[in-house]
């Protein structure tokens, strides 16, 4: 499925924001695997399952692609093959996680989900993603760690992406929904919220009030 992003001032821009963001196939889904063989769907599967069970019990400093060969009981060369290495597994393992997320801001219920202005979703979705960036913040960041560029890459960011520009441009129509979209989701990079919730210690409730500060700056 595709994963373009809406250029500002283009017509197809202007099609996608005024269509109703439940629309069925307007957004991507988070990255999902080429059509597999059993065996190799199996793997992925043992694979993923054994880097989270080494994350819950060790913390995502201990994931190495030995270790979760090891913890899974097939070659390390299959684990690489299968995700490239650490970085690459531990953005799986969140992109895996990030399925409910994502189902809940694209097709859940209002003010996350369809049914509310674009205002009111912008708010709610940043809300909820403060929230869920402090409860994987440990595995966010360890990610990043292993490879800084990696998130951008991910099928979660350029969903997310693509979501929030979509709501920019119907907030504010002929606006650089794509590149404001971008500006705005850097306020989640791990290392920065690392940096705010535990080195500045500042709560949730703090981090949302700023964000809903931030949009509302100019008005």
Same mark, same amino acid.
């Given at each position: 499925?595709?994963?373009? /992003?809406?250029?500002? #001032?283009?017509?197809?821009?202007?099609?996608?924001?005024?269509?109703?963001?439940?629309?069925?196939? =307007? =957004?991507?889904?988070? %990255?999902?695997?080429?059509?597999?063989?059993?065996?190799?769907?199996?793997?992925?599967? /043992? @694979? *993923?399952?054994?880097?989270?069970? @080494?994350?819950?019990? /060790?913390?995502?400093?201990?994931?190495?692609?030995? +270790?979760?060969?090891?913890?899974?009981?097939? #070659?390390?060369?299959? &684990?690489?093959?299968?995700? #490239?290495?650490?970085? +690459?597994?531990?953005?799986?393992?969140?992109? %895996?996680?990030?399925?409910?997320?994502?189902?809940?801001?694209?097709?859940?219920?209002?003010?996350?989900?369809? #049914?509310?202005?674009?205002?009111?979703?912008?708010?709610?979705?940043?809300?909820?993603?403060? %929230?869920? !960036?402090?409860?994987?913040?440990?595995?966010?960041? &360890?990610?990043? &760690?292993?490879?800084?560029?990696?998130?951008?890459?991910?099928?979660?960011?350029? !969903?997310?992406?693509?979501?929030?520009? =979509?709501?920019?441009? +119907? @907030?504010?129509?002929?606006? %650089?929904?794509?590149?404001?979209?971008?500006? =705005?989701?850097?306020?989640?990079?791990?290392?920065?919220?690392?940096? $705010?919730?535990?080195?500045?210690? $500042?709560?949730?409730?703090?981090? /949302?009030?700023?964000?809903?500060? *931030?949009?509302?700056?100019?008005?």
């Amino acid at each position: 499925m595709s994963t373009e /992003k809406p250029q500002a #001032g283009s017509g197809e821009a202007t099609a996608r924001e005024t269509t109703p963001l439940a629309a069925p196939g =307007l =957004l991507p889904t988070a %990255d999902s695997p080429a059509p597999e063989r059993a065996d190799a769907a199996r793997n992925r599967r /043992k @694979i *993923l399952d054994a880097a989270a069970r @080494i994350v819950a019990e /060790k913390g995502p400093d201990a994931v190495t692609m030995n +270790q979760v060969a090891h913890a899974c009981g097939i #070659g390390v060369g299959t &684990a690489y093959r299968r995700f #490239g290495d650490v970085s +690459q597994l531990l953005w799986a393992l969140l992109d %895996d996680r990030e399925r409910q997320f994502q189902e809940a801001y694209m097709s859940g219920p209002p003010p996350l989900g369809p #049914g509310a202005p674009a205002a009111e979703r912008l708010d709610a979705f940043l809300g909820a993603l403060v %929230d869920r !960036v402090e409860e994987q913040r440990a595995l966010l960041l &360890a990610a990043h &760690a292993a490879g800084p560029g990696s998130r951008y890459h991910s099928g979660a960011y350029r !969903v997310m992406h693509t979501h929030v520009a =979509l709501l920019i441009g +119907q @907030i504010r129509p002929g606006s %650089d929904s794509t590149l404001l979209a971008h500006l =705005l989701l850097a306020s989640f990079s791990p290392d920065v919220m690392h940096h $705010l919730t535990v080195e500045q210690e $500042l709560s949730a409730d703090r981090l /949302k009030a700023g964000l809903r500060t *931030l949009l509302t700056l100019r008005d």
